[in-house]
């Protein structure tokens, strides 16, 4: 079997596990959160809303972040094994930094959110030059936003958002041009209840330097295989595959 026929059976699995039904458990588990959100006040989640948007948008687009410079002339294989090698190295900061933060008690805690996304970005921006794409193109970064999505949402939403990125060449030109236009309410719940469950425990005192650690490192894997997911798909889409291996 060669490199390719190999990530063509891993990407068919993983459109398979974001397209099938639902569970049970996880349909009882999106009742209850929802009907949680329903007794917060909406100025409440306008306020979370405006504060992640904030957050994101500034790492998003930051100037700090547009130093990843697309790699070329390399074959698939090589481009996926110097990704995966920064896929680990991130893991390990991000496990680091959990650690830390979920040692120093609530204040700590609450700084890891912003230091936490600040990493799960840049190791995009770098999963996405290691596939040969310009994160200075607006569009690529809104690709990565669509990623972080797809790691971080519901069952149902990781659909919906599979389903727009599954022509995203494509289409990218349809996207809006304001990234406010960006349904950033629904990005900020479904981030936040992914991660809720994940990161409390990280608030108690003495387990929440294990529980930030382990909380961090699973949390950037999961982006991680996210993301090579979604470029492998737009690479076979666009029959690049091929191109790369040669």
């Known amino acids: 079997m060669t490199y390719e026929q190999k990530i063509l059976s891993e990407l068919e699995f993983w459109k398979f596990k974001i397209l099938q039904k639902q569970s049970f458990f996880g349909n009882v588990t999106d009742k209850v959160q929802k009907k949680i959100n329903s007794y917060i006040p909406d100025k ?12 994101v948008k500034a790492v998003l687009f930051g100037s700090k972040y547009t130093t990843a410079k697309p790699i070329l002339h390399l074959t698939l294989m090589h481009r996926e ?20 933060t979920g ?3 609530f204040l700590m805690s609450l700084a890891d959110f912003p230091i936490l996304l600040g990493i799960k970005m840049k190791m995009l921006f770098d999963i996405a030059a290691g596939y040969g794409y310009d994160v200075n ?3 690529e970064r809104l690709f990565i936003l669509h990623i972080f999505q797809l790691a971080f949402s519901s069952k149902q939403e990781s659909k919906n958002v599979f389903l727009k990125m599954q022509n ?16 950033w309410l629904t990005f900020q719940q479904q981030y936040r209840d992914y991660i809720d469950l994940a990161k409390l425990a990280q608030l108690i005192p003495f387990v929440g330097a294990a529980v930030g650690a382990v909380a961090n490192y699973k949390l950037i894997e999961k982006l991680g295989k996210t993301a090579m997911m979604a470029y492998r798909l737009r690479l076979i889409q666009f029959e690049t595959l091929k191109n790369l291996h040669s």
């Open 44 to 55: 409440v989640h306008n306020a979370i809303t405006v504060t992640i948007k904030q957050m």
């Open 81 to 100: 094994a110097l990704i995966k090698q920064k896929i680990q190295n991130y893991k390990k900061t991000g496990a680091a930094e959990g650690g830390i």
């Open 103 to 105: 040692a120093g008690g």
């Open 137 to 139: 193109d607006y569009r």
């Open 168 to 183: 995203w060449d494509k289409s990218a030109h349809l996207l809006p041009t304001n990234i406010d236009e960006f349904d």
